[in-house]
């Protein structure tokens, strides 16, 4: 008699996957063989020192920056080389260092902008973002460029809110902002999580980072030095950082 085989139990697709990587600019290497898998729905922190490769990887898995060798996965589909256009119809959305909005736009016209993402009309898209961020509200008329740093960045996060993305790309949001600012946004990073966005963010301050985050690596000079949560990867946060209070 034949035993039955057991059930097979198929193991979850993870939402951001790096097998792998060589990337980088011209003959210039930054990632040199980046393996990296994120958890769909969690909050993952990618943190190291200037220099690191961290937003390469995220150009990387932007479609920015082609790999050399290896595989970039994006919800299970292989993704090398993919326009970033299309990375963004498969439900990711990347905010850049430097926030990408539109500087010599209003507010009401940045995001009547990103209504290429949605099927909701531009009131709608206005609402979503003013119920998030009501000071952008009082600042619908106004250019972008002229915004505070904070204003910028909250406009730069409501293309999330807008696309309703299922993979979040955060590169360095808190860059020069006062820490009260930070603080305010890493709250909505945290709502955007609960929702169920898988976030994989790159964050010069580590302790910002871990605070909210599920899972974090490591990265020192293009390689991945350590992986966990974030109560594993403190020490290797200390040494990256070159034994600083990062």
């Not at 299309?86 to 016209?109: Q, S, W, Y």
């Not at 609960?194 to 580590?206: H, N, P, R, S, Y």
Request: charged share 15%.
């Amino acid at each position: 008699m034949t035993t039955p085989a057991p059930d097979t139990i198929t193991a979850p697709v993870p939402a951001i996957e790096l097998r792998d990587v060589r990337a980088g600019y011209g003959r210039i290497e930054v990632l040199h063989g980046v393996t990296l898998s994120v958890p769909q729905g969690c909050v993952y922190a990618l943190l190291g020192p200037n220099g690191a490769g961290k937003s390469t990887t995220l150009l990387t898995l932007g479609g920015q920056v082609r790999p050399t060798a290896g595989c970039v996965h994006i919800a299970g589909a292989h993704v090398n080389g993919a326009a970033p256009e299309k990375l963004a119809k498969a439900g990711a959305c990347r905010i850049p260092e430097g926030r990408g909005i539109f500087p010599n736009l209003t507010v009401a016209e940045n995001l009547r902008v990103w209504t290429y993402a949605t099927n909701d009309s531009p009131a709608d898209v206005e609402e979503k973002a003013f119920q998030r961020f009501p000071v952008l509200r009082e600042r619908r008329g106004q250019v972008a460029g002229t915004l505070s740093g904070g204003e910028q960045q909250m406009l730069a996060l409501s293309r999330a809110l807008v696309a309703d993305p299922e993979i979040l790309l955060l590169d360095e949001i808190s860059m020069g902002l006062a820490p009260l600012i930070v603080g305010s946004l890493y709250e909505v990073v945290a709502q955007l999580a609960a929702g169920g966005i898988t976030i994989l963010l790159v964050e010069q301050f580590a302790r910002t980072a871990l605070a909210v985050a599920d899972y974090a690596a490591v990265m020192t000079q293009g390689v991945i030095a350590a992986v966990g949560e974030p109560a594993d990867v403190e020490d290797f946060v200390q040494e990256a950082y070159l034994g600083g209070v990062a």
